[in-house]
């Protein structure tokens, strides 16, 4: 089992940045993946990055140059640096860890006033 803990959520304005963090815990040895996905009501939860161990970072095309995705794996933690946030990037953002199976942690809101 693997639990995780996001922070940094909050309201910024358009044009700002935020730093979501996200620390895994329990059986973190197997972990190969962390990453990061969005959600909107009534939308289908979509990937913002993952970065698999030892591998380049996967971004989506709409947050590709603005937002940064790194890990330490010594602390088992995965971030999420947000810069030159638009009102579209207003979701809740959730982490994602893949071991054996997916891991979620219980969401973090963003909102990006314009």
């Known amino acids: 089992q693997v639990q995780l803990v996001e922070a940094g959520g909050g309201l910024v304005q358009a044009g700002g940045s935020l730093r979501l963090s996200c620390v895994a815990s329990?059986?973190?040895?197997?972990?190969?993946?962390m990453g990061w996905y969005r959600q909107v009501p009534g939308k289908q939860r979509e990937l913002v990055a993952l970065m698999a161990s030892g591998g380049l970072p996967n971004y989506a095309a709409s947050v590709k140059g603005r937002f940064t995705i790194s890990r330490d794996n010594a602390q088992n933690t995965v971030y999420l640096q947000m810069n030159s946030l638009k009102a579209e990037d207003t979701a809740v953002y959730y982490c994602y860890v893949w071991t054996l199976r997916a891991y979620w942690g219980q969401g973090t809101q963003v909102t990006v006033s314009s």
């Open positions: 329990g059986t973190t040895f197997t972990i190969n993946t």
